[in-house]
C-alpha cells in the first residue's frame, strides 16, 4: 500500500511565491515518474508538471513553463513543486500523481489511468 500526501497550498499574492509537495508512504517508488496535475473549479484536471524515476527529465506545460519547478529527493520520497511568479489563473487543487509504467510523454493525456493519486492541496493565487 503506498499512499501520497500533498502539502504546502495556501493563499498568495499574485507575483508570489509557493511551494507544494508531495510525500509518499509505505514502499518506495524507486522508478516511479511523479508529477502534478491540477483542477480548478469547474475544469477539467490538467497536467502541470512531471519528473522520472530518477530525477533527470521533466517535463511541463506551456503555462507554467520558466515559473514553475519540478524536483525529487528520493531518499526523502518526495516531489516538490516550486511555483513562482503566481497568477489568478494558478488556482486550483493541486494533485500529486505516481506511475511505474507511463512515460511524462503521455500523462497530459492519459491522466485517468495514472496509478496512484494523492488526496489534493488548494492553491489560491489573489489578485
Known amino acids: 500500500q503506498v499512499n501520497l500526501a500533498e502539502s504546502g497550498g495556501g493563499l498568495v499574492q499574485a507575483g508570489g511565491s509557493l511551494r507544494v509537495s508531495c510525500v509518499a508512504s509505505?514502499?518506495?517508488?524507486?522508478?516511479?515518474?511523479m508529477g502534478w496535475f491540477r483542477q480548478a473549479p469547474g475544469k477539467e484536471r490538467e497536467f502541470v508538471a512531471a519528473?522520472?524515476?530518477?530525477?533527470?527529465?521533466?517535463d511541463y506545460a506551456d503555462s507554467v513553463k520558466g515559473r514553475f519547478t519540478i524536483s525529487k529527493d528520493r531518499a526523502k520520497r518526495t516531489v516538490n513543486l516550486e511555483m513562482t511568479s503566481l497568477k489568478p489563473e494558478d488556482t486550483a487543487v493541486y494533485y500529486c500523481?505516481?506511475?511505474?509504467?507511463?512515460?511524462?510523454?503521455?500523462?497530459?493525456?492519459?491522466?485517468?489511468?495514472?496509478?496512484?493519486w494523492g488526496q489534493g492541496t488548494l492553491v489560491t493565487v489573489s489578485t
Open positions: 500523481a505516481a506511475d511505474r509504467l507511463r512515460p511524462m510523454s503521455v500523462w497530459a493525456k492519459n491522466y485517468n489511468v495514472l496509478e496512484l
Open positions: 509505505g514502499r518506495a517508488l524507486s522508478y516511479y515518474t
Open positions: 519528473i522520472n524515476w530518477d530525477g533527470a527529465n521533466t
